[in-house]
Nanobody
Framework: QVQLVESGGGLVQAGGSLRLSCTTS????????MGWFRQVPGKEREFVAA???????TAYADSVKGRFTISTDNAKTVYLQMNSLKSEDTAVYYC???????????????WGQGTQVSVSA
């Protein structure tokens, strides 16, 4: 099992930036992909970005492409740099790890508790 802890959420004005971090521990050798998802009350959890082992592959939701960047520095910590934030980016953001690279939440085995991102108009 992999344990994940997100940090970096908060309140920011539209147009601003935030950087989310996700630190992992435990059976991290089983991780081949890491991803970020987000969820607002009453809606399903949606894919935001994913990165493959070693950072060679990345994927983004169309809604964040060009504004968000996913990265990893040592395959145990993953970041989500969020620029030009919009009010519709407001959500709880979750970090996840999986053994297969993809954008489907069902491919991810371990999840963090989430961090709130709020963007004011």
């Amino acid at each position: 099992q992999v344990q994940l802890v997100e940090s970096g959420g908060g309140l920011v004005q539209a147009g601003g930036s935030l950087r989310l971090s996700c630190t992992t521990s435990g059976r991290t050798f089983s991780m081949l992909a890491m991803g970020w998802f987000r969820q607002v009350p009453g809606k399903e959890r949606e894919f935001v970005a994913a990165i493959g082992w070693g950072g060679r592959n990345t994927a983004y939701a169309d809604s964040v492409k060009g504004r968000f960047t996913i990265s990893t520095d040592n395959a145990k910590t993953v970041y989500l740099q969020m620029n030009s934030l919009k009010s519709e980016d407001t959500a709880v953001y979750y970090c996840a790890t999986g053994r297969v690279f993809g954008i489907d939440a069902r491919l991810f085995d371990s999840w963090g508790q989430g961090t709130q991102v709020s963007v004011s108009a």
